[in-house]
């Protein structure tokens, strides 16, 4: 039995990623934040479209977070579908932190929305009640964002909240070319 085993071949690999170019994300759409920003993107609309149909005092307010909802949710969503957020040397800042509170004020907005259509609404024409029923839901997407961004932004670790995340991933891998072992024929080799 030899004590003096041959050192083992490996074989180091270096694998360097760049993501330096901007790329379309065509899953995006399919995942749940995607869902959520599409979601709101609709009932955004909706409750634009039936704040205007009717005149009433509080409609100035609905239509201006209804519209400024959309606009902002259809921005993150084109951040978030051309890959513009993980470029964080190149647009630093805490975005899981920017989109939580972007998602609290949009919430506390759609509320106050919500209850000044639904004010009106037994006293005017049935599309304010439209839109205070759709402003209630932007009210509770948007509060499912605002939950679903909390979890993002809590589970994230501090290099990505403080927008210190580079962009290169530099992986070292080892692999074991060899089969040869260093045993006698009558013993099974040992690991």
Not at 21 to 45: A, D, H, Q
Not at 92 to 98: A, Q, R, S, V
Not at 139 to 156: C, M, P
């Amino acid at each position: 039995m030899m004590n003096e085993e041959p050192p083992p071949d490996y074989e180091t690999v270096n694998v360097t990623r760049h993501s330096n170019g901007l790329s379309i994300n065509p899953e995006y759409p399919r995942t749940i934040p995607g869902i959520i920003k599409i979601t709101e993107m609709v009932v955004s609309m909706i409750t634009f479209i039936s704040s205007m149909v009717y005149w009433y005092e509080g409609h100035g307010w609905v239509e201006f977070v209804s519209i400024n909802a959309l606009i902002s949710a259809l921005i993150y969503f084109i951040l978030s579908l051309v890959n513009l957020r993980n470029f964080t040397s190149r647009f630093p800042g805490p975005w899981e932190l920017i989109e939580f509170i972007y998602c609290i004020i949009f919430t506390v907005f759609y509320l106050i929305a919500a209850l000044v259509a639904s004010a009106f609404a037994a006293r005017y024409h049935g599309n304010v009640g439209v839109a205070a029923f759709f402003a209630f839901l932007g009210t509770a997407i948007f509060l499912v964002d605002t939950i679903y961004q909390y979890r993002g932004w809590n589970a994230s670790d501090s290099s990505v909240r403080t927008g210190t995340a580079g962009a290169t991933i530099t992986t070292t891998t080892t692999h074991h070319t060899s089969t040869r072992y260093a045993c006698s024929d009558s013993e099974p080799p040992k690991y």
